[in-house]
């Protein structure tokens, strides 16, 4: 079996993450993903507390294991959803949109162990003098949220950069991608869009089949003018964004015009859904359990790995 | 030693390209990668038969060894470019912007290899079908003109699309991204901007010392509205041209404003200079004999594949 240093860190049989991802990662799917030896996520991008508390209280009903929860740190109530965290104490908490270390004490000495993610080096290195456990490196081609630099790029700069665990994401959804954020540096992997398609995923029929039929070149990046990029898969929502991002159109109704798509995504709704997922869409095409996910990946990662040497002559 | 079936396929001894990178990949830098065992190539951008006819002398004087030529398959003499290769016949023409289908008959039956290169897996599948002999699957992280998905992403997607083989290329500058570019499927790599710092590479000081001092977050990427977007490492030329890139400006203004800057990078200019270089320029950081280059990058794509079974238990 394949282990590294994030398994002992983390206290997981498999190095591998399952993305928080917004109004996605919830209790079951979670859950389904630490009760097959990874560490599944729960999203509190809802930002509401009793909501988030919830979830992770599902998922601590459906399993003993670790759980973790990913938390961005932009919003009104991030204070109470903070405290929150640090009273439920998961195993991990993994963090975006900006620093932790308002809330690093706290959640430390509650033994949590904190992850943010990182798309740069000097992020990496202001989260690890701020204290984190490990970073997560997580390249543009991931899906949502994205930053500019590549996994192919960041990893290893991440890795020069700091002392402390790399976990890589970002285009990473089998066994080649796994094996290839191991020789980059990383000691393990976050997947998300693989994840869509876990049985256990609550997102609409419609979400699920627009992945399955997405190929390599199927996403976009809108929301460039906002300073907040965001990779989708091509849809109708994301047609007409671009169509109005550069034009006379006031940052206000720009941002308007986004507002509740990926709500209608999760629920189905084809004319208004921001169907989130990374570039290896196309290589994600069956829907299966998370545990069959994980096996699967890292069955083909070791076998890569352990085929390695054919190349050495 | 590192051997994969790149090496049989093109007749040299570690498998890597050197990129064909426009005013800079001349005759000298061609010579040294291919008297060091990878495959030099000579860029054709600048469109002067004659200039380029030198170039492949130069290089066919300094080494007996196969030597590459890179053509991008826009402007106006193309096939005049075309013939003479035919007629000189180096081991490889590597192509880019476009199908080199039109050529394909010609180059082969004069003994060429043709590799173009792939964006997405629907160009790879085209160029297969058109009878190349292999693809260079590049991502979106690496200098120059660039495709919008990354390394990590489109390589395994290419590789699924194709059975010939595989070049990986696009943020690869040491034996960490070697051996992840092998991991992902491909059978070997192409190099650009850590050849840059070559000693055999001419290119001004100013532009070496600029890469020296660039990290992860040095490259930006301009001339997405005019539609071929470019990565350089940001200068005053970039910052000016991203300035005015999405305001009333006509189509051929801005076209206009980039005339020369290529140019100008090379021989220094660093006000009107457009500094072609990846997102992986934060761990280029010394000038070497490109022989040394790349025996650094194999000695350690070597030893982390030899090594990839230390996390298997």
Same mark, same amino acid.
């Given at each position: 079996?394949? #282990?590294?240093?994030?398994?002992?860190?983390?206290?997981?049989?498999?190095?591998?993450?399952?993305?928080?991802?917004?109004?996605?990662?919830?209790?079951?799917?979670?859950?389904?993903?630490?009760?097959?030896?990874? /560490?599944?996520?729960?999203?509190?991008?809802?930002?509401?507390?009793?909501?988030?508390?919830?979830?992770?209280?599902?998922?601590?009903?459906?399993?003993? #294991?670790?759980?973790?929860?990913?938390?961005? /740190?932009?919003?009104?109530?991030?204070?109470?959803?903070?405290?929150?965290?640090?009273?439920?104490?998961?195993?991990?908490?993994?963090?975006?949109?900006?620093?932790?270390?308002?809330?690093?004490?706290?959640?430390?000495?509650?033994?949590?162990?904190?992850?943010?993610?990182?798309?740069?080096?000097?992020?990496?290195? /202001?989260?690890?003098?701020?204290?984190?456990?490990?970073?997560?490196?997580?390249?543009?081609?991931?899906?949502?949220?994205?930053?500019?630099?590549?996994?192919?790029?960041?990893?290893?700069?991440?890795?020069?950069?700091?002392?402390?665990?790399?976990?890589?994401?970002?285009?990473?959804?089998?066994?080649?991608?796994?094996?290839?954020?191991?020789?980059?540096?990383?000691?393990?992997?976050?997947?998300?869009?693989?994840?869509? /398609?876990?049985?256990?995923?609550?997102?609409?029929?419609?979400? #699920?089949?627009?992945?399955?039929?997405?190929?390599?070149?199927?996403?976009v990046v809108t929301g460039r003018r906002l300073g907040h990029p965001?990779?989708?898969?091509?849809?109708?929502f994301s047609r007409e964004y671009s169509r109005i991002e550069y034009t006379s159109i006031s940052d206000e109704e720009l941002e308007q015009f986004a507002v509740?798509s990926?709500?209608?995504?999760?629920?189905?709704?084809?004319?208004?859904?921001?169907?989130?997922?990374?570039?290896?869409?196309?290589?994600?095409?069956?829907?299966?359990?998370?545990?069959?996910?994980?096996?699967?990946?890292?069955?083909?990662?070791?076998?890569?790995?352990?085929?390695?040497?054919?190349?050495? #002559?």
């Open positions: 079996m394949l #282990k590294t240093e994030l398994c002992d860190l983390v206290g997981i049989e498999y190095p591998i993450f399952q993305g928080g991802m917004a109004r996605i990662s919830d209790g079951k799917l979670a859950a389904a993903v630490s009760e097959a030896g990874g /560490l599944g996520i729960v999203s509190a991008a809802s930002g509401d507390v009793e909501q988030i508390a919830g979830e992770m209280d599902i998922a601590a009903k459906l399993t003993s #294991k670790p759980i973790g929860v990913n938390i961005m /740190l932009r919003g009104s109530n991030i204070d109470e959803i903070a405290a929150m965290i640090a009273e439920k104490k998961p195993a991990v908490v993994t963090t975006g949109a900006g620093s932790p270390e308002k809330y690093m004490d706290m959640w430390k000495s509650a033994g949590i162990k904190v992850i943010p993610v990182a798309a740069s080096a000097a992020y990496a290195k /202001l989260f690890e003098r701020a204290g984190a456990d490990a970073v997560i490196a997580e390249g543009g081609e991931s899906g949502g949220h994205i930053g500019e630099l590549t996994t192919m790029a960041l990893v290893p700069q991440v890795c020069d950069a700091v002392s402390i665990p790399v976990i890589a994401a970002g285009g990473i959804a089998d066994g080649r991608g796994a094996a290839a954020a191991l020789m980059l540096g990383a000691c393990g992997i976050q997947v998300g869009t693989r994840f869509l /398609l876990a049985e256990e995923c609550s997102i609409s029929r419609v979400y #699920k089949d627009k992945l399955i039929k997405a190929n390599d070149t199927s996403t965001v990779r989708s898969l091509k849809s109708k509740g990926l709500g209608a995504a999760v629920t189905g709704d084809e004319n208004h859904g921001c169907f989130l997922a990374g570039q290896i869409s196309g290589i994600v095409n069956k829907e299966q359990p998370a545990a069959e996910i994980i096996r699967e990946i890292f069955e083909q990662a070791e076998a890569l790995l352990t085929g390695g040497t054919k190349w050495v #002559k």
